[in-house]
């Protein structure tokens, strides 16, 4: 028996979400199924009843029009399973895109990509999409960097599609040049807010509780 997913082959890494949905766990991880290392990054899927024993699926999302499909989120909503990744375009751009299913087998992507881009001008780091459920809606948080000073963006939607940017969460240098992977999630009442700092080596995940 064992507890750690791995693939036939391959490079896998970051597991990009883990939801509930029609009776078998969905596990969604950074996936190069060409070469044994970092690249060409597509959303590996598994799935699984017990949380142990893991069944490999097809690939969720391949790169097509984007040069790559990076980490993100994933959601259940309206019968369907919603998957947020960071893609890089063929300018070298970063914006936030979307995909969904209604089986939990094939995923198609949304017509209207991207669904949020940058607010910055020029250069800047932009990805890692997290979104999570807030009062009768949704929020979306983005891990960011300008101007050498680490930054946490957040947009809100009634419907996973429309998102509309609110301002920066978090602005401060002392986290190095740009925030990864942010999330923020309610336990038992409070708000706990996980980052991982890239300013630490080894890289440190982060974490603060408040109201």
Known sequence: MKYHYSRKEGWLGNPCGLVYFKGRYHLFFQLNPYLPRYGLMHWGHAVSEDLISWEE???AISPEEEDSCNSGSAIVFDEKIWLFYNARTSSGEDVICSAYSEDGLCFTKLADNPVAKSPYEGTSRFGEPF??????????LVGA???GIARVLQYESNDLINWKYMGELLT?????SVIEAPQLIEIDGKWVFIIQSERHLPTKVLFAVGD
């Not at 401060?172 to 190095?176: I, N």
């Open 172 to 176: 401060d240098g002392r986290y190095g």
């Open 131 to 140: 979104v999570f459920r807030y009062e009768n809606g949704f929020r979306m």
């Open 145 to 147: 960097g300008l101007d």
């Open 57 to 59: 699926l097809a690939v």
